[in-house]
């Protein structure tokens, strides 16, 4: 979406969320640290802002997420904008694991919110959450603190995560997707297939992709420059594409979806009865 262009967000929404946030707590936050050097601890050099990530606006944020507004306001707006509750449809991707992860990664992290329930749902497990805004890690690491997590926060791509092959038992990400251009979605879903051990699942918490085709307007709501892409793709496709088993997606209370997939086991040998010879013998 091009910058300057008023979106149904601007003209009717925003109005509604700068009452119903509270300001003064967030400008308390805001002045509660020098966000430039909290940040600057977890800037990997290395990291380069993709085009796709650094050129768009966000949620009609000028800059998107590499704007420090976007993660000071994130927390205070999203609570209102996930019917019936921001924390009831995160908790719904938990309860869609099916295995007990011992190491478990969260893409996309943003401020932390389904990385914290993670944490909280499997005590034992090493839970790394990764997200390319250093603002938005900030904020993660500031609510796990809180809460008393132990959280591991990482600066970097989710399309090409620092992480060695098969090491990771749950990959999960909660609306990032519907963010991202369909090729850049791909590449992620194949560094998350590459990044899990054998039977590892991965769980995508994002927008309905029929309800969003079905209402165009909705997409019109908020300024999200891939969202189009998004609905008129299928998540389902993709993963079953790459190579993941027992795709399905579930529609959660009618306008979210949950999206799980399967890497399935590989390396079972297969023994055939074999007619011993005397070579065979031979060699013992």
Known sequence: ????????????????????????????????????????????????????????????????????????????????????????????????????????????????????????????????????????LVVAQDKAQTANLDISFCHGLAEATPFPPNSFDLVTASLLFHELPPAIARDILRESFRLLRSGGEVLILDGN?????????????????????????SLDADLSAIGFGNVETEAIWLVHQITRGVKPIVGRVQFEAIEPTAAAWAMG
């Open 209 to 233: 992709q029929p309800v969003l085709r079905s209402t165009p307007w909705l997409m019109e709501v908020f300024e999200e420059p891939y969202i189009q892409a998004f609905a008129q793709n």
């Open 1 to 136: 979406m091009a910058v300057g262009k008023e979106t149904l967000f601007d003209r009717f929404l925003a109005p509604i969320f700068r009452n119903l946030v509270d300001r003064d707590a967030i400008d308390a936050y805001y002045h509660s640290r020098d966000w430039e050097a909290a940040s600057q601890q977890f800037c990997n050099p290395q990291v380069e802002y993709p085009d796709y990530y650094r050129s768009q606006n966000f949620h009609g944020i000028q800059g998107g997420y590499l704007n420090l507004s976007a993660a000071l306001s994130y927390d205070p707006i999203v609570q209102y904008v996930l019917p019936p509750g921001e924390s009831i449809v995160r908790s719904a991707l938990i309860d869609r694991i099916t295995s007990q992860p011992r190491r478990i990664l969260d893409l996309g992290c943003g401020t932390g919110s389904t990385t914290l329930k993670l944490k909280q749902a499997f005590p034992q497990a090493e839970v790394i959450g990764l997200d390319l805004s250093p603002y938005m």
